[in-house]
């Protein structure tokens, strides 16, 4: 069996406790991993807070701090293919995606070296004589970053580049389902000559190593990506360090498709939006919302479009929908496909768990037009599990993508621009993607609200959310400043 270790202070440690990690193609143990408890927080937070008042970290220009950010964005394209491997090895997201994900992770990276120059301060116009007052944008401190299982190198690259990139230090998180991807890219983020304590990378379970960093005194911010327990227990425990907090949590995402839509675009849009990733993936389009002039048809295309997508090994390049992570994600996905079903959902295509070894379930599809309470179209899966409902006009298309507690993304498929316009206006989502889905880019702001968090990760104002204004006063006239207790 592989064996990973942390990585703190800029060395690599075994810990007093470890736990193996299961291979999600057979459900068989295939490597060990390290547990951080807290000591080992303790450790990491102390190396991250030395880190961030040393001067070989402190003492950079930013435009210093933006070139290491180059070395690790080359690193990390170089050594894409290890990358891919292990995180497909171990979380079971399929290679084709792990391969292309990483590529882009490199550009994140690219994208938060050139910022980092960039974060600027600003001079205010101030209404006093004499008197100049300037905001100094600096680093927030020490971050806690927290991401769960699916996708960990886009979901961390997006912590750490504009962390780092605004002078923050990190401790990462990695989660205890597939951390080989994290404690792996720490291997080669030590190449790339950060100071040591800059970013710290460890793994352990939820209570005994993530509530313990995030609720840390020395941890300044946590940034979460995560589900919504978690998310409210990272809020509580941010009680104990008042640390702020930007927290990506799930979502349950309207996908609508009107009749006057192009078919054949909404169709492979959808079959991506929602069987990408296995559906692991907080933007899955999980509730297609579908006029019923078209709900039959549409339906039918995708019913066939599922049936022979290729459901296989997670490393085979053909493979096109892996296991789900854990035993524990597939036997959700069983549990609420059975309890749609007895609430009225009609089972269009898939539905059962894979029989055989590893974590498999199928792309799978649910009518809900006649079952409006259903659970799949509330609950969020984690799954290939789309939930579909019809609707006949505009405004109860609205009424049926709002009607979530989630806010964090939606797509529309319409060639009508004016009725695009008012489904942006009106859908109440972080994102909303028109006649596309899922697009992302280093330059775009993504997030939610309501119960998918809050803050934003990509473009400038996640940086931004990194720093904090320093405001400066500074008198210019050298008049004496005279004794507030002689009266005049
Ligand atoms: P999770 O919330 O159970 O765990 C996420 C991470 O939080 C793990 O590292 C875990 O160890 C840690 N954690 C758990 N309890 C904690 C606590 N009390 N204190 C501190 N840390 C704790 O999520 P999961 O089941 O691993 O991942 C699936 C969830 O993540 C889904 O709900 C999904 O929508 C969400 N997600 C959101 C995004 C996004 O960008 N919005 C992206 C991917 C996943």
Redesign the pocket.
């Known amino acids: 069996m592989q064996t990973f270790q942390h990585y703190i202070d800029g060395a690599f440690h075994d810990a007093p406790s470890s736990f193996e990690s299961l291979d999600p193609a057979t459900g068989q143990p295939w490597a060990r991993m390290p547990e951080a408890r807290a000591d080992e927080v303790n450790a990491a937070v102390a190396a991250a807070r030395r880190a961030f008042h040393g001067a070989e970290w402190a003492g950079l220009t930013a435009s210093q701090r933006g070139k290491l950010l180059l070395r690790l964005a080359d690193l990390v394209e170089q050594n894409a293919r290890l990358l891919a491997e292990i995180e497909t090895r171990d979380t079971g997201k399929i290679i084709r995606e792990t391969s292309a994900q990483i590529a882009y992770v490199a550009e994140y990276y690219r994208y938060y070296a050139g910022l980092a120059d960039k974060i600027e301060g600003a001079h205010l116009p101030i209404d006093k004589p004499d008197m100049e007052v300037w905001l100094r944008r600096e680093p927030v401190g020490v971050v806690a970053a ?6 960990q190198l886009f ?1 961390s690259a997006v912590k750490i580049g504009p962390a780092l990139a605004a002078g923050c230090t990190v401790v990462l ?1 990695a ?3 597939g951390p080989a991807p994290m404690l792996e890219f720490a291997r080669i983020f030590d190449q790339a000559g950060f100071p040591p304590g800059v970013l710290n990378v460890i793994t352990g ?3 005994e190593c ?2 313990v960093l ?1 609720r840390h005194p020395e941890v300044d911010h946590v940034a979460f ?3 919504p ?2 998310g409210r ?2 809020v509580r ?1 941010s009680a104990e360090n008042l640390a702020s907090t930007s927290l ?4 349950k995402s309207p996908f609508i498709v009107f009749e006057d839509a192009d078919i054949d675009s909404a169709v492979n849009a959808q079959v991506s939006g929602i069987f990408a990733a296995t559906g692991q993936s ?1 933007v899955a389009g999980s509730r297609l919302l579908v006029q019923n002039s078209i709900r039959e048809t549409f339906l039918g295309r995708l019913r066939d479009k599922a049936e022979q997508i290729v459901i296989g090994s997670p490393a085979d390049m053909a493979t096109e929908v892996g296991p789900l992570c854990t035993a524990r994600q597939r036997d959700t996905a069983v549990r609420l496909c059975e309890l749609s079903v007895t609430q009225g959902a009609r089972l269009v295509t898939g539905g059962r768990a894979i029989d055989g070894d590893g974590h498999y379930f199928p792309p799978t599809i649910l009518d809900c037009t006649e079952a409006p309470t259903a659970a799949c179209l509330t609950e ?1 899966f ?1 799954a290939p599990v789309l939930s579909a409902q019809g609707f006949d006009t505009e405004t109860e298309a609205l009424a049926l993508a709002n009607d979530t507690a989630y806010g ?1 993304a939606s797509g529309v498929f319409t060639r009508d621009l004016t009725r695009a316009h008012r489904m942006i206006r009106g859908i109440r989502a972080g994102v909303v993607w028109v006649n596309t889905y899922r697009a992302v880019s280093p330059m775009a702001p993504f997030g ?1 609200h309501g119960l ?2 809050h803050g934003r990760e990509g473009g400038l104002a996640a940086a931004l959310d990194y720093t904090r204004i320093k405001t400066v006063w500074l008198r210019t006239s050298d008049a004496p400043i005279p004794d507030p207790f002689i009266m005049r």
């Open positions: 927290v991401v769960p299982w699916n996708s979901l998180k989660s205890e389902d379970f939820g209570p993530g509530a995030t990506t995560g589900g327990t978690a227990q990272i425990n990506e949590l799930g979502g907080c969020e984690f964090l939610g998918s968090g």
